[in-house]
């Protein structure tokens, strides 16, 4: 079974930077796409940024855009989200998430990344940005 485990979470300031981590293992194809999903207390989880492993395709959703990287590392299996200018609406637990498909055709269509279509999940780690 795929397994996902996120570290970097921290305290920040605002206009700050932090990188989180997750760290894959379990993988059975080539074709995945994994992503970052954010949830603050009292609000829905919200897509952030996704990569697949294909071709390295990656979508980002505009309350990120400019300001967050998604990358990847395949040789160590290690995905990460480069967080820059960092704002209090960004305080929220972050999970990295993995769906079969490395195709972000229907991310784009749809206009986000619909949790419902991931299939594992990380534990989640806690970004708190501070004013």
């Known amino acids: 079974e795929v397994q996902l485990v996120e570290s970097g979470g921290s305290l920040v300031q605002a206009g700050g930077s932090l990188r989180l981590s997750c760290a894959a293992s379990?993988?059975?194809?080539?074709?995945?796409?994994i992503g970052w999903f954010r949830q603050a207390p009292g609000k829905e989880r919200e897509g952030v940024a996704c990569i697949t492993t294909t071709d390295s395709d990656t979508f980002y959703s505009d309350s990120v855009k400019g300001r967050f990287t998604i990358s990847s590392d395949n040789a160590k299996s290690t995905m990460y989200l480069t967080m820059n200018s960092l704002k209090p609406e960004d305080t929220a637990v972050y999970y990295c998430?993995?769906?079969?498909?490395?195709?972000?055709?229907?991310?784009?269509?749809?206009?986000?990344?619909?949790?419902?279509?991931?299939?594992?999940w990380g534990q989640g780690t806690q970004v708190t940005v501070s004013s």
């Open positions: 379990g993988f059975t194809a080539d074709d995945y796409t």
């Open positions: 998430a993995a769906r079969r498909g490395g195709s972000l055709t229907s991310t784009r269509a749809f206009g986000g990344m619909w949790p419902r279509t991931y299939d594992y």
